[in-house]
């Protein structure tokens, strides 16, 4: 039923439980894990709000795609950990929601798992996040937010 499983990951506990979820459905469906995290290119005015700290200065969207690319990495070891396999992933820049559902649309994928808000939602959760919300609504395959 499920061959391609795509996770959205940001770094939220509410990606870790989405993480979590796919890889029991991996395992149960023998199927292909796919971890995506997207980062949002900043102007230099936004940059310097961001939350993002690194040792080194760098341009924005480098220090982004760094970011994003340890949040892939934990991402992929941690699924490791807990007993998936066949584990690819992928670090894009660009408006999350897009990507997203680009990427799932490019790679064929037949099911996308994310948490039902991120790390850019509210402090408690109380709302749908706006990325996850879009990706269900724009995407045509099955879109399961945990």
């Keep these: 039923m499920f061959k391609k499983i795509l996770v959205a990951v940001d770094g939220s506990q509410a990606a870790v439980k989405a993480l979590d979820t796919a890889i029991e459905l991996q395992k149960f469906l023998d199927a292909e894990l796919y971890l995506i995290c997207v980062f949002k290119h900043h102007s230099l005015g936004e940059a310097s709000l961001s939350m993002i700290r690194t040792s080194h200065p760098q341009i924005p969207d480098e220090a982004l795609k760094e970011h994003a690319t340890e949040v892939v990495e934990f991402a992929k070891s941690y699924a490791q950990e807990h007993g998936a396999t066949k584990i690819r ?31 850019d939602s509210d402090k408690d959760g109380m709302i749908l996040g706006s990325v996850s919300h879009r990706v269900a609504s724009m995407t045509k395959c099955p879109t399961l937010l945990v």
């Design 89 to 119: 992933g992928f670090v894009k820049g660009g408006r999350p929601s897009k990507t997203i559902v680009k990427f799932a649309k490019d790679k064929a994928i037949d099911l996308i798992v994310m948490g039902s808000c991120g790390a």
